[in-house]
Each structure stands twice: as C-alpha cells, then as structure tokens.
C-alpha cells in the first residue's frame, strides 16, 4: 500500500481503538490463514474468582487450610494468586503480615512452594505435584470435575502429603463467541493456547467455538512462540493475540503480534497492534481495516 494509504489506515484504527505501530503489521495482518489466542485475559475476562475450597486431610479444617494457603500466595504476582487471596479475604480470613511466607518460591508453569506457620506449602497443577512424588489419587475425581466445568482447580499438598484443592473460575467475555465466529467465518484457523490444563481449556474453548483439536494446553511459558512458529513452518502465516508477560516472546514470533490494552506493559511493548478495548472484536476490526486499506491502492 502507499505510505498515504497507510497513514489513513492507521488513522482510522487509532479512532476505532486498534493502536498500529508501523505500516507493515497493517499490511501484514490482511493475509492472515491462523490466530492464535491466548486464554486467559484474552478469551476470558483474567479475573478469576475462587469458587471452590476442598479439604483431603482431617487434621487440617477449610479455614486452616484456606489461610495457609492464601498466606503462601501472597508472595505471588499471578492472577490465580490474587484471585486466592482476595477470596481468602471476602470469606472474612485475616491475612496477618507476619503470616507472609518466611520462604516463597514462583515456579512458572506449575505453581508456587512457600513456608507459612512453618508448613511446607506446593500449590498447583498436576506437573508440580508429580515432580515431587505426591501421588494424587485422592482428588482426581474432584479435579475432573471442576476442569469439566471450566474451572482451575490447583492442587494443595501440606509438609509433603496431599491436602486439598481450590478451584477458581475465570468468565469468558461476552464479546468472544461472536468475534471467533467472525473469524472462522472468514476463513481463519482458530487457536487457543494456555498454560492451564487440557480439560480447563477444552471447557473454555466449547463456550467460544473453538475447535477442540485446536486448543493447545499444558503450554509452558516459553514453549508459546514454539507453538506459533511451528505454525509458520507449515506455511501459514499467524497471528498471535495475548495479554500477558508469558506472550511477549510469542507476539514477537508472530507475522503480526496483538496485544489486549487491558494487559501488561510488557505484551503492548512486544506487539505490533494494541486494542485499546480488550475485545477480540477489534480483531475482526483490524482484519476488515487491514483489507480495506489494502483494496484501496488496487
Ligand atoms: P496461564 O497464564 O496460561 O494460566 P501459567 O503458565 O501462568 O499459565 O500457569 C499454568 C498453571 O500453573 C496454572 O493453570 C496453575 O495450575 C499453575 N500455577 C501458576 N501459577 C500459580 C500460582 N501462583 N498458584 C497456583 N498455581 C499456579
Ligand atoms: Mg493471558
């Protein structure tokens, strides 16, 4: 397109919301064959909100529990850890400061390790538990169950022997569904790609109307580029729309990287197009503006 063209493009973007950092991006976008979506904060609104507590070990009662572990997940930055601390606090549990963890550490991809009250404390998935030999048995049925619903449900194992759960659920946005049938009706291969587990996402991803075989789980952070550049080495040219730190590597691998305005610095940093509204209707509009800017110099 000519540089004219291109200015007018991105002018009527930036009215509409869809922020684009250079002129290629737009022209880029317009053939475009897959999007990847991340999940969380991008297909669903990424504010979780503990739904469900549940105790395994009879010498530990749900307050308890509850409290330990919120007090370990204070020490934690991610969304499921506010989500467990906030519900922590709306059922009326008094997180002490001198309840802060005396040792925390953040394992990505799986979930965190604290010492509170002098507890040994792991929160998180399957992964996490595994590695350290905590067999889970006890709770399968009831982690099947809340992944069946939607829900992320987080393991809890206290001083080395499984104790419980605590399920969060996260919405998806009102928006979604329509906008990936846009997408899908324009051709477009639908991904979507979490961390979180298979049966979570598989929930998430029927709500919206993405294909099952189309949803990518268990990613690790840093495994997310991988998945699109795999992509790109079938010939199809991607783009990868996320909202969070974990994202930044994919959107850069991507031919075009959006970034949800609702997100972090991080991911606008590392994207060539922001929507301002956090909706993946701006991609749909970015998709028709993109065309219509291409058309305009034929
Ligand atoms: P995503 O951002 O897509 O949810 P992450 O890689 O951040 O993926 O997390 C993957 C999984 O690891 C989560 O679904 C959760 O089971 C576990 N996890 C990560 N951080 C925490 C945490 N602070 N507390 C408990 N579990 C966690
Ligand atoms: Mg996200």
Redesign the pocket.
């Known amino acids: 397109a000519t540089p004219t063209a291109i200015m007018v493009g991105t002018g009527k973007g930036a009215e509409q919301g869809i922020l684009i950092r250079g002129g290629e991006s737009l022209e880029r976008i317009q053939a475009i064959e897959a999007v990847m979506l ?3 904060g991008t297909v669903t609104q990424g504010k979780p909100e503990l739904t469900d507590v549940l105790v395994l070990d009879e010498t530990l009662d749900e307050e308890t529990l509850l409290r330990l572990v919120a007090q370990s ?1 204070q020490g ?1 930055e ?4 506010a989500a ?1 601390v906030e519900g922590a606090k709306a059922r009326g549990l008094a997180l002490a400061p001198e309840g802060y963890p005396t040792r925390f550490v ?1 394992l ?5 390790e604290a010492l509170v009250e002098g507890h040994e404390l792991l ?3 399957r992964r ?1 538990l595994q590695e350290r030999g905590i067999a889970l048995d006890a709770l399968l049925s009831q982690l099947e169950a809340l992944e069946q619903v939607g829900k ?1 449900a ?1 393991l809890i194992s206290v001083d080395g022997r499984l104790a419980g759960l605590v399920a969060v659920a996260d919405t998806v946005k009102e928006s979604s569904a329509a906008a990936i049938a846009e997408l899908k009706q324009r051709g477009l291969a639908v991904w979507m790609i ?4 298979e049966r979570t996402a598989r929930a998430i991803a029927e709500q919206v109307g993405i294909d099952a075989e189309h949803v990518l789980a268990d990613v ?2 840093e495994e997310k580029a991988r998945q699109v550049k795999s992509l790109q080495d079938l010939g199809m040219v991607v783009v990868f729309v996320g909202d ?1 730190i ?1 994202d930044a590597p994919a959107l850069v691998q991507a031919d075009a990287g959006i970034a949800m305005g609702t997100g972090t610095d991080i991911a606008m940093e590392a994207a060539d197009i922001t929507l301002v509204k956090g909706n993946l209707q701006s991609v749909v509009s970015a998709l028709e503006l993109s065309r219509a800017t291409m058309r305009t110099i034929k």
């Open positions: 991340d999940k969380t997940e934690s991610h969304q499921l850890a467990i953040a990505p991809g799986r979930g965190v929160i998180g998935n996490l992320t987080m979490t961390g979180d587990n690790l952070p969070g974990n």
